[in-house]
């Protein structure tokens, strides 16, 4: 039986060290804040937003709704962020994307606007460019770092050991790969033109998967004594006695027995990744002066 | 006996590209230019000038020296950018590092001025950002992308293959890992922290070795079949009858016999990166209108 390696656990310690430093910040005269800005009603914003408001609560940091109609235009939406920029109370900035409509097609050219020291979820060149070169420009995205947490709290060495990212992606595959690099380990990326990943896979201390696919790393992508790090979040129709309900992209019956050490899903990177986010706010609000 | 993967080759086929573009240019109005800042005589620095020099005549572009003292001022220097920013007849800028003295303090700082859209030899945070994201912002490193250049020359496919980088720096191992993947390669990065380089790359179907160590890669690295891309530009006391000369990271005699291509140093990957240089200022030049 693996060890479970316990997001909410992770979350837990991580939310009490903010709030003392969100304290000891309030005790200056600072109150750490997060603007929030959505466009539109669309429903995983608004869940995120809800989400996001209990944490920040638990963190002792104030949030700033900032909404727009779903119609708004590219020049409302940049001297938005420009007048958020120029607001010495506000530390950092989350924009809910996709952005809706046409915006999407200018989203990169928006969120450059954004400065890069509140950008807190990664939407600047300026940002990738910070987790690209480890120098420190912007803040990395929130999943990748949670994943990092995680290894951290639970005394996972990396220094010289194996490590097999499954993904690609900007959000995940790419940043996780720069940090897991950046604590000396050695890193192979697989995504879907890669032959053979459960041979890979199966040769790696440690795999982080962020496929995004439900059951795709079976039994044969696992050996004892791994450790596996699963960031996707998928809808499951099985659970739950045929309700539904999420899971990752380990097929946990399988791979549980096998490995040493696994994330569940949910309770897993997801419980970790709104606490970044705050990390991040505190922090910008501390290097504010 | 390996394919000997010529730089030269490649190089010159580049160079008779470059210098069409570079006569269409011409043809409308557009002489490209690369202007080439150098603070004091640094011996590697002028050595590099004339090479480049030479290569600038063959691809038809223009160069302008721009030169400083040693005891330049941050000031000057930024202001110096700033000038070759404006000028509108410069379409890339090449700026020596490392800087002298003090000045290598505030290296990054000062190649940041640079606007992105000039800076042919990925110096600043935004070129890094174009090479980690994929998008089209400034130019990569010419090394790694001379690395490339040779793959693509010799038709070497990349998709679905493994390939060992060994190296993890912004100038080769980072970029070359990002442009390998981009390519659909399976990458495994290995660095000072991997525990047993030779089996993970013995595995692999290509090896890009850029750990500048002299004969690191031995027959234990490699196996047949595969392509050994020689990066690095060591110093090796024994060749030419105790005179000395450049050598790479490969034991040639032992690696040579076994694999199934390999570059020389000399006339591999180096030979390419100067042509890379001159590709990107064209570039620059075709996208100025």
Redesign the interface.
Known sequence: MAKLLSGKEVAASLNESIRERAEALRARGITPKLAIVRCGENPSDLAYERGAAKRAEVCGIEIENVLYPEGVTKEELISGIEKLNGDDSVHGVLLFRPLPGELRKCE?EIANHLLPEKDVDCMT??S??????G?D?GYPPCTPEACMKILDYYEIDL??K?VTVIG?S?VVG?PV??ML?GK?A??????T???DVAG?ASKADIIVTAAGALKSLTKDFVQPGQVVIDVSINWDPDKKDGKGGIAGDADFEEVEPIVSAITPVPGGVGAVTTSVLMEHVVRAAEWFR
């Open positions: 990169s060149d300026l990738h460019a910070g987790v690209y070169t120098k420009l220094k010289g194996n690609r900007l790419k790969t720069m690099m000396h050695t890193v192979t990326v697989c995504h033109r890669t032959v890979i």
